[in-house]
């Protein structure tokens, strides 16, 4: 509609947001929130998804908690269930919670079992079991935008993995390549009920996630010798990023807010980089 403010994009949208108790699924929810959505925050820990609800309600919109690990179905479908009874019904819904790897991932050069198994089970069957929790009030519907948070590095394995780094950080890429692929393939399903099946892929944030690969990198690469974490992630964006600066939850928030929106009502089964243009395609 022409001549409606930002604040107003998702005015009487609900939105639920997995992984949201802190980092990049705080932001989303915190956007949305500005955005005039209600959102229902979750996470896998309870009291920070609680605060982040707070703080959306200090902005003076409307929230709500859960306690859900994406792992386990029940738990999903009960927040579902509550979400849908407390605001009416669900328009918006990000899967966004996602881990690196398994214990100890800072200090291993080479991926474990449960690597492989953490990655594939949060970051992608997790991403599954959350938008199947969700199709089916969408179907219903004949309306809802799913959108996904995936990552560049689902796109290629550049700035991040290099030779002699090991192979720590291959689990969490083919599980973000994998997150991309379900988003085309869930967009051409779903279509039909008029639901839209996007991916945000973000760059690099400094949040706890890229913390841990930044500590992976000082304690295991020669060329990260007497660095800090932070310099290492500093560097890491002045060599990767056209744009010279790294990302902000915020700007994720933004991204997923547009595709959220009836701005995009023609968008889906596509992946948007936030990426500062690490990696263009
Ligand atoms: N930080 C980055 O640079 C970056 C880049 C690209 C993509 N991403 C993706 O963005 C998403 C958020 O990343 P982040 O940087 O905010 O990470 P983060 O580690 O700061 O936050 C992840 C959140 O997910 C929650 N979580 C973990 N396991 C869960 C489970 N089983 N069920 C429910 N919640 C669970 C955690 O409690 C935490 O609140 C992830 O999918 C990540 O892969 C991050």
């Known amino acids: 509609m022409p001549g409606t403010h930002m604040k107003d994009q998702l005015a009487g949208k609900v939105a639920i947001v997995t992984g949201a108790g802190r980092g990049i699924g705080r932001g989303i929810a915190l956007v949305l929130a500005s955005r ?5 925050v979750s996470d896998i820990d309870e009291q920070a998804a609680a605060s982040v609800a707070s703080e959306i309600s200090d902005l003076g919109a409307s929230s709500s908690s859960a306690r859900v690990d994406v ?20 328009d918006i819904c990000v899967p966004n919670a996602g881990v690196i790897g398994a214990a100890g991932f800072t200090e291993r050069k080479d991926y474990s079992a449960d690597d492989w198994s953490l990655t ?6 997790g991403m599954v079991n959350t938008a199947d929790a969700i199709a089916p009030h969408m179907k219903e519907r004949r309306s809802g935008k799913i959108v996904n948070i995936a990552s560049h590095g689902g796109r290629a394995p550049r700035g991040v993995a290099e030779p002699g780094r090991g192979t720590v950080q291959i689990p969490y890429g083919v599980s973000k390549a994998a997150a991309i692929q379900y ?3 869930l967009a051409i399903e779903l279509g039909q009920f008029n639901i839209n099946v996007n991916a945000v892929c973000p760059g690099r944030l400094w949040t706890p996630m890229w913390e ?3 500590k992976n990198h000082a304690a295991l ?8 974490p932070r310099e290492i992630f500093d560097l890491n964006i002045k060599a990767s990023m056209p744009l010279g ?13 547009f595709l959220a929106s009836d701005d995009a009502s023609e968008i889906t089964g596509q992946a948007l980089n936030v990426n500062g243009g690490a990696i263009m395609s």
């Open 183 to 185: 988003t085309h393939h």
């Open 120 to 125: 594939w089970g949060i970051n992608v069957q």
């Open 221 to 228: 690469s020669t060329d990260a010798k007497g660095l800090t």
């Open 71 to 90: 792992t386990d179905t029940g738990s999903i479908a009960a927040w579902v269930s509550q979400a849908i009874a407390e605001h009416g019904a669900i």
């Open 212 to 214: 841990s690969i930044a």
């Open 36 to 40: 005039g959505a209600t959102v229902s």
């Open 245 to 257: 600066r790294e990302q902000t939850p915020e700007d994720i928030g933004k991204a997923v807010a």
